[in-house]
């Protein structure tokens, strides 16, 4: 006796319809299919980002946006760290967006901001008031969120804002 050789697709479908094999390979073929999909998604809701970021003229020297899962890594060379805050908060405050892995560097260095999620019934005078003691102040924050933001009423829970610091 030795090897006997067999036409694979002919004879009775013994296996339920397809082999093992067969079955394992269609598999494989469809993951292939489903991560390429999701990497061409990726590649375009990160490409989307970047233009967001372009048309807010947010100006980031050699910027590249790339998202993996719920995460978006985000890199290249800001004029100041108000930009890099505000790239941040775009990129963060994207729906579908839980993460963002800030790699970008800053050209002329500045104190940090701090960031506040904004909860519901959360205002840019109540927000003021909190961290500054004072809720007239609350232009302050607006204008360090332009030009996320058009309207200062115009704010939801969940997003993030910048706070600068007060000198």
Do not use: C, W
């Amino acid at each position: 006796m030795g090897l006997f050789s067999f036409i694979k697709e002919a004879g009775a479908k013994i296996f339920g319809g397809k082999s093992e094999t067969e079955k394992a390979a269609e598999a494989a073929a469809a993951s292939a299919a489903a991560a390429e999909a999701v990497a061409v998604a990726n590649a375009a809701n990160a490409a989307a980002i970047a233009e967001t970021i372009k048309d807010l003229d947010l100006h980031v020297d050699d910027l590249t946006v790339s998202i993996e899962g719920d995460t978006a890594t985000i890199s290249g060379l800001a004029h100041d760290q108000a930009t890099k805050e505000k790239v941040v908060l775009v990129v963060g405050n994207t729906a579908g967006i839980a993460t963002v892995d800030d790699q970008m560097t800053v050209e002329h260095v500045e104190p940090e901001a701090q960031f506040h999620t904004v909860a519901s019934g959360d205002t840019l005078g109540k927000i003021a008031k909190n961290y500054y003691g004072n809720a007239m102040k609350y232009p302050v924050i607006f204008e360090a969120n332009k030009p996320m933001l058009t309207d200062p009423d115009k704010i939801y829970p969940g997003q993030v804002l910048r706070i600068p610091h007060m000198d």
